[in-house]
T-cell receptor, first 113, second 113 residues
Framework: QQQVKQSPQSLIVQKGGISIINCAYENTAFDYFPWYQQFPGKGPALLIAIRPDVSEKKEGRFTISFNKSAKQFSLHIMDSQPGDSATYFCAATVSGSARQLTFGSGTQLTVLP | DTAVSQTPKYLVTQMGNDKSIKCEQNLGHDTMYWYKQDSKKFLKIMFS???????INETVPNRFSPKSPDKAHLNLHINSLELGDSAVYFC????????????FGQGTRLTVV
């Protein structure tokens, strides 16, 4: 049972465009929602994260929008650049002594020059 | 200095062999993890471990076992390797309590032939 559903599987955007990746979760106990960026041959790296007590968080060109009632959250990448081309994973976890991340299935983003 | 380091980066071995992957973190974190990334890039938790508890994902075969000689190390032992074990294995660490970032190693690509 996949607890975090992510879409789309792949996304192609022109340079300067907006990239939008969506995720939905089922477990209402989740209280921390990070997004990870993974380049080929590398491990995932934290991009931005949000807690459910806020509806939006922005860091530079990256924004998370969070809808607690709908149990959905999304990543918006403004002014997308070729260097943003990577695989993006949403994730969710429950705070605790061993906080395992439950990942979405990933989105392969390609930004065309 | 690398925060989370894994060795080896590549591992090719025959079916039925026993192998180990080593992981070390120099971040002073109290919790370490092993994740498996399959050919479709799906990331799945295998184990999380701190000095108080080991949480095992129930879907992980008992041929896989984590071994932690100390707080900074969490090695992964795999017995009787099978073709389906071929994947990229990531070690990660985080500081328990609160919503802190999980740092990932660069991964070990295991190929079973």
């Amino acid at each position: 049972q996949q607890q975090v559903k992510q879409s789309p599987q792949s996304l192609i955007v022109q340079k300067g465009g907006i990239s939008i990746i969506n995720c939905a979760y089922e477990n209402t106990a989740f209280d921390y929602f990070p997004w990870y960026q993974q380049f080929p041959g590398k491990g995932p790296a934290l991009l931005i994260a949000i807690r459910p007590d806020v509806s939006e968080k922005k860091e530079g060109r990256f924004t998370i929008s969070f809808n607690k009632s709908a149990k959905q959250f999304s990543l918006h990448i403004m002014d997308s650049q070729p260097g943003d081309s990577a695989t993006y994973f949403c994730a969710a976890t429950v705070s605790g002594s061993a906080r395992q991340l439950t990942f979405g299935s990933g989105t392969q983003l390609t930004v065309l020059p | 200095d690398t925060a989370v380091s894994q060795t080896p980066k590549y591992l090719v071995t025959q079916m039925g062999n026993d192998k180990s992957i080593k992981c070390e973190q120099n971040l002073g974190h109290d919790t370490m993890y092993w994740y498996k990334q399959d050919s479709k890039k799906f990331l799945k938790i295998m184990f999380s471990y701190n000095n108080k508890e080991l949480i095992i994902n129930e879907t992980v075969p008992n041929r896989f076992s984590p071994k932690s000689p100390d707080k900074a190390h969490l090695n992964l032992h795999i017995n009787s390797l099978e073709l389906g074990d071929s994947a990229v294995y990531f070690c990660a660490s985080s500081q328990g309590g609160g919503n802190t970032e999980a740092f990932f190693g660069q991964g070990t690509r295991l190929t079973v032939v």
